[in-house]
Nanobody
Framework: QVQLVESGGGLVQAGGSLRLSCAASGRTSISYNMGWFRQAPGKEREFAAAISWGGDSTYYADSVKGRFTISRDNAKNTVYLQMNSLKPEDTAVYYC?????????????????WGQGTQVTVSS
């Protein structure tokens, strides 16, 4: 059992940067694999990035590779998503998620816990 709370969203101009944070509470001693997803109105939830419990493995959607960086600080029970070179198509609600086991990472169905989301809006 873990609770996730995202923060750091906001309004930014195209080409700008934002850093999202996801703070975990509850059973944070469990080794969770973490992911970031995003969802625009009328669209399905879309995988953005994932990181293994130890931080040694990361995965990115092609749409964000080279622009976004996922990281985690287990001492702070926090996972981050650094977003650079933002584009209007990055506009979405961004959610962090946690799952117990390794394996599939890009499908929201495999994640056990979700945050409430934080809005990211990129203006042109």
């Amino acid at each position: 059992q873990v609770q996730l709370v995202e923060s750091g969203g906001g309004l930014v101009q195209a080409g700008g940067s934002l850093r999202l944070s996801c703070a975990a509470s509850g059973r944070t001693s469990i080794s969770y694999n973490m992911g970031w997803f995003r969802q625009a109105p009328g669209k399905e939830r879309e995988f953005a990035a994932a990181i293994s419990w130890g931080g040694d493995s990361t995965y990115y959607a092609d749409s964000v590779k080279g622009r976004f960086t996922i990281s985690r600080d287990n001492a702070k029970n926090t996972v981050y998503l650094q977003m650079n070179s933002l584009k209007p198509e990055d506009t979405a609600v961004y959610y962090c998620a946690a799952k117990h086991w390794s394996g599939s990472y890009s499908h929201p169905q495999v994640y056990d816990y979700w945050g409430q989301g934080t809005q990211v809006t990129v203006s042109s």
